[in-house]
C-alpha cells in the first residue's frame, strides 16, 4: 500500500525512529516473558522472593499465566486499534503494563501472582497485535521487512535484559526495573505519529499528509501515496461488508490459513523445550557452565540471530529464511532427541556426547531467531486487507499465545508418553511438516505493497509482479538521472 521510489526523495531515518519506538513495547513485552528465569530460584521452594511459599507447580501457573492473559486480549484489542487509532491503543497498554508490575512487586499471596501475570500477558499479547500493524502501515515496502523483524528483535533484547539484570539483583528489583520500561516506552512513543492508513479510514486526510512528511520528509511528494491510500479506502467502503463476509472472502481465508500456519509451526517447533532443557543441556556438557550464564548466552544468541534478520530479510526474503529456518532447526531438534534417547538408554552412552546438544541447542536458536521467530509476526502485517486486518491478525494472535500455553502445560504429558527424545522427534516431524507448508503454501512478500499483497492472494499474480516490476523500473531510472 505504500509506494516509494528512489526518484521521489524520501527520507527512511524517521520511520526507522517510529519503528523502533513501537518495538519498546515488544522490549517491555519481553521483559514480562524473560522474567521468569531469574526468578524462578528466588521464589520456588522456599526462596526469599516473598513472604510466602510458592511451589514448583503453582509456579508453572504464574508462569503461563500471561500466556492466557494474551490469548485473552488479541480479539478485543483488534477492535479496539480500528476504533480509537493505533498510536492511542498502544499507549494506553502503558497502564495495564504499570498495573500488572505493581501488583506482582507488592504481591500479597500466589493469587496476587496469577492475576499480576495475567494481567502483564494482556498488555503483552497487545501489543504482538498493534505493533506489527503500525510498523507495516508506516514503512515504505523497501524497508517493510527490516522494520517489521524490530518487533521480535526488541523481544529478544528484553529477554536477554531480564536475564542479564536478574542475575544480579534481586526479584524486587527486578520487577521494579521492568515496571520503569513501559513508562519509557510511552514518553518515547507519544512523539510518533499515527498510522497514515488509519487516519485516512477515519477520513481525516489532512492529518495523514503530515503523518506521511513526518515519516518520509517534508521533501517527499505525497500525492501519489495518499491517493492510493484513498483509493483503497474507497474501494473498502463501496464493497463494505460485515464482519463475517469479509472474513469468509477468499483472500481473507487464504491469508488466515497461512498467518495461522506460520503460528503454528512457530509454536510446534519445539522452542519451549528446547528453551526449557537449555540448563540441563549445558550442565550435562560438562563445559563449566552455569544455569544463569546459560540463559544468559542463549539471550544473547537471540539478540545476534534476529539482529540478522533485519538486515537479510528484505534482501533474501521471507520464504526463504523460513525454508532454511525450518530445515536446519528440524535436524538440530533430531540430534537433541538421538541424544536424550541414547542417555534414557545408558547414561555411559553419552559420556562423551555432550558437545551435540550443545551444539544443536546454539544452532536450533540461531535459525529460529532468522526464521521462525522474527517472520510470522512480519507477515501477520502484511496479509491482510485493512478493513479486516485488525481482527483477522488478532485471530492469529490468539492462536499463537494458545499454542504457547497449550505446548507449555501439556510438555511433561509428552515426555511421560513420549520419553525425552520422543518428544524432540514429535518437534522434528512436525517442523518438517512446517517446511512442505511454507514451500508450497507461503507467498513472497518481499518488495511488494500490501495492495500487491492482496492481489497475489486473490490470484492476480500477473497484475502484482507487473505493478512490481513498473516501480522498480521507475526506481531505476531516478537512479540513472
Same mark, same amino acid.
Given at each position: 500500500?505504500?509506494?516509494?521510489?528512489?526518484?521521489?526523495?524520501?527520507?527512511?531515518?524517521?520511520?526507522?525512529?517510529?519503528?523502533?519506538?513501537?518495538?519498546?513495547? &515488544?522490549?517491555?513485552?519481553?521483559?514480562?516473558?524473560?522474567?521468569?528465569?531469574?526468578?524462578?530460584?528466588?521464589?520456588?521452594?522456599?526462596?526469599?522472593?516473598?513472604?510466602?511459599?510458592?511451589?514448583?507447580?503453582?509456579?508453572?501457573?504464574?508462569?503461563?499465566? %500471561?500466556?492466557?492473559?494474551?490469548?485473552?486480549?488479541?480479539?478485543?484489542?483488534?477492535?479496539?486499534?480500528?476504533?480509537?487509532?493505533?498510536?492511542?491503543?498502544?499507549?494506553?497498554?502503558?497502564?495495564?503494563?504499570?498495573?500488572?508490575?505493581?501488583?506482582?512487586?507488592?504481591?500479597?499471596?500466589?493469587?496476587?501472582?496469577?492475576?499480576?501475570?495475567?494481567?502483564?500477558?494482556?498488555?503483552?499479547?497487545?501489543?504482538?497485535?498493534?505493533?506489527?500493524?503500525?510498523?507495516?502501515?508506516?514503512?515504505?515496502?523497501? %524497508?517493510?521487512?527490516?522494520?517489521?523483524?524490530?518487533?521480535?528483535?526488541?523481544?529478544?533484547?528484553?529477554?536477554?535484559?531480564?536475564?542479564?539484570?536478574?542475575?544480579?539483583?534481586?526479584?524486587?528489583?527486578?520487577?521494579?526495573?521492568?515496571?520503569?520500561?513501559?513508562?519509557?516506552?510511552? *514518553?518515547?512513543?507519544? +512523539?510518533?505519529?499515527?498510522?497514515?492508513?488509519?487516519?485516512?479510514?477515519?477520513?481525516?486526510?489532512?492529518?495523514?499528509?503530515?503523518?506521511?512528511?513526518?515519516?518520509?520528509?517534508?521533501?517527499?511528494?505525497?500525492?501519489?501515496?495518499?491517493?492510493?491510500?484513498?483509493?483503497?479506502?474507497?474501494?473498502?467502503?463501496?464493497?463494505?461488508?460485515?464482519?463475517?463476509?469479509?472474513?469468509?472472502?477468499?483472500?481473507?481465508?487464504?491469508?488466515?490459513?497461512?498467518?495461522?500456519?506460520?503460528?503454528? +509451526?512457530?509454536?510446534?517447533?519445539?522452542?519451549? &523445550?528446547? %528453551?526449557?532443557?537449555?540448563?540441563?543441556? +549445558?550442565?550435562?556438557?560438562?563445559?563449566?557452565?552455569?544455569?544463569?550464564?546459560?540463559?544468559?548466552?542463549?539471550?544473547?544468541?537471540?539478540?545476534?540471530?534476529? +539482529?540478522?534478520?533485519?538486515?537479510?530479510?528484505?534482501?533474501?526474503?521471507?520464504?526463504?529464511?523460513?525454508?532454511?529456518?525450518?530445515?536446519?532447526?528440524?535436524?538440530?531438534?533430531?540430534?537433541?532427541?538421538?541424544?536424550?534417547?541414547?542417555?534414557?538408554?545408558?547414561?555411559?552412552?553419552?559420556?562423551?556426547?555432550?558437545?551435540?546438544?550443545?551444539?544443536?541447542?546454539?544452532?536450533?536458536?540461531?535459525?529460529?531467531?532468522?526464521?521462525?521467530?522474527?517472520?510470522?509476526?512480519?507477515?501477520?502485517?502484511?496479509?491482510?486487507?485493512?478493513?479486516?486486518?485488525?481482527?483477522?491478525?488478532?485471530?492469529?494472535?490468539?492462536?499463537?499465545?494458545?499454542?504457547?500455553?497449550?505446548?507449555?502445560?501439556?510438555?511433561?504429558?509428552?515426555?511421560?508418553?513420549?520419553?525425552?527424545?520422543?518428544?524432540?522427534?514429535?518437534?522434528?516431524?512436525?517442523? *518438517?511438516?512446517? *517446511?512442505?507448508? *511454507?514451500?508450497?503454501?507461503?507467498?513472497?512478500?518481499?518488495?511488494?505493497?500490501?495492495?500487491?499483497?492482496?492481489?497475489?492472494?486473490?490470484?492476480?499474480? #500477473?497484475?502484482?509482479?507487473?505493478?512490481?516490476?513498473?516501480?522498480? #523500473?521507475?526506481?531505476?531510472?531516478?537512479?540513472?538521472?
Amino acid at each position: 500500500m505504500v509506494h516509494a521510489s528512489t526518484e521521489n526523495k524520501s527520507k527512511k531515518l524517521p520511520q526507522y525512529v517510529a519503528a523502533l519506538a513501537a518495538a519498546g513495547g &515488544a522490549f517491555a513485552a519481553g521483559t514480562v516473558l524473560g522474567w521468569t528465569s531469574p526468578a524462578q530460584p528466588q521464589i520456588v521452594d522456599g526462596g526469599e522472593g516473598y513472604d510466602f511459599p510458592v511451589s514448583g507447580t503453582q509456579f508453572s501457573w504464574v508462569g503461563s499465566s %500471561i500466556n492466557l492473559g494474551a490469548a485473552c486480549v488479541c480479539i478485543p484489542i483488534g477492535f479496539l486499534i480500528s476504533l480509537i487509532g493505533r498510536k492511542l491503543t498502544m499507549l494506553m497498554l502503558v497502564l495495564p503494563f504499570l498495573v500488572g508490575w505493581a501488583m506482582l512487586i507488592w504481591a500479597p499471596s500466589v493469587g496476587f501472582l496469577y492475576a499480576s501475570r495475567f494481567i502483564l500477558g494482556l498488555a503483552g499479547g497487545a501489543f504482538c497485535v498493534t505493533a506489527p500493524m503500525y510498523t507495516g502501515e508506516i514503512a515504505q515496502k523497501d %524497508i517493510r521487512g527490516t522494520l517489521g523483524s524490530f518487533f521480535q528483535l526488541m523481544i529478544t533484547m528484553g529477554i536477554l535484559f531480564v536475564y542479564a539484570v536478574g542475575a544480579g539483583v534481586s526479584v524486587f528489583w527486578l520487577s521494579v526495573i521492568c515496571g520503569i520500561i513501559p513508562i519509557v516506552f510511552g *514518553v518515547i512513543f507519544f +512523539f510518533m505519529p499515527e498510522s497514515p492508513t488509519y487516519l485516512v479510514a477515519k477520513g481525516r486526510s489532512e492529518s495523514a499528509i503530515k503523518s506521511i512528511q513526518w515519516l518520509r520528509g517534508k521533501e517527499y511528494d505525497y500525492a501519489p501515496e495518499i491517493e492510493e491510500l484513498r483509493e483503497t479506502d474507497r474501494e473498502i467502503r463501496e464493497n463494505k461488508v460485515n464482519l463475517f463476509a469479509a472474513l469468509n472472502r477468499p483472500v481473507t481465508r487464504k491469508a488466515l490459513a497461512i498467518s495461522l500456519g506460520l503460528m503454528f +509451526f512457530q509454536q510446534l517447533c519445539g522452542i519451549n &523445550a528446547v %528453551i526449557f532443557y537449555s540448563s540441563k543441556i +549445558f550442565l550435562d556438557a560438562n563445559i563449566g557452565i552455569g544455569s544463569e550464564w546459560a540463559t544468559i548466552m542463549i539471550g544473547i544468541m537471540q539478540v545476534v540471530a534476529t +539482529f540478522v534478520s533485519t538486515l537479510v530479510v528484505d534482501k533474501l526474503g521471507r520464504r526463504i529464511l523460513l525454508l532454511a529456518s525450518g530445515s536446519v532447526m528440524a535436524l538440530s531438534t533430531t540430534a537433541i532427541g538421538v541424544y536424550f534417547f541414547l542417555q534414557d538408554q545408558d547414561q555411559s552412552k553419552v559420556d562423551d556426547l555432550g558437545w551435540l546438544p550443545v551444539a544443536s541447542l546454539c544452532i536450533f536458536i540461531l535459525m529460529f531467531s532468522i526464521g521462525y521467530g522474527p517472520v510470522p509476526w512480519l507477515m501477520m502485517g502484511e496479509l491482510f486487507a485493512t478493513d479486516i486486518k485488525g481482527f483477522a491478525g488478532s485471530i492469529a494472535g490468539t492462536s499463537n499465545w494458545l499454542l504457547a500455553f497449550v505446548v507449555t502445560k501439556t510438555f511433561d504429558d509428552l515426555n511421560d508418553a513420549l520419553g525425552n527424545g520422543g518428544t524432540f522427534w514429535l518437534f522434528a516431524g512436525l517442523t *518438517v511438516l512446517g *517446511v512442505f507448508f *511454507v514451500f508450497f503454501a507461503v507467498p513472497e512478500t518481499k518488495g511488494k505493497s500490501l495492495n500487491e499483497i492482496q492481489q497475489e492472494l486473490a490470484g492476480n499474480r #500477473t497484475i502484482a509482479t507487473t505493478t512490481t516490476t513498473a516501480t522498480t #523500473t521507475q526506481a531505476v531510472n531516478g537512479q540513472e538521472k
